[in-house]
């Protein structure tokens, strides 16, 4: 949760409140437990890969990492 709160700090993202383990967004501007796919991308790349997204319709999407 902590590094969470932290990524959500350094892109000016507002924290509304927590509610266990989701975090709840200003504007109710937020997906509870997920976080922005810049997040997955930044995380991935400073571990050596390289990101792809497959849009899954309404599932939702999944966030490919491949070793660069």
């Known amino acids: 949760m902590d590094e969470r709160l ?3 700090a ?3 993202l507002k924290v509304e409140r927590i509610n ?3 975090v709840i967004l200003e504007r109710g501007s937020h997906f509870p437990n997920a976080y922005p796919f810049s997040y997955f ?3 991935l790349e400073s ?3 390289s990101m792809e997204t497959h849009d899954l319709g309404f599932v939702g999407v ?3 990492g491949t070793k660069k």
């Open 6 to 8: 932290r990524f959500y």
């Open 10 to 12: 350094k892109t000016g």
């Open 20 to 22: 266990g383990n989701q």
């Open 41 to 43: 991308q930044e995380l």
């Open 47 to 49: 571990v050596g890969f």
């Open 62 to 64: 999944m966030i490919e």
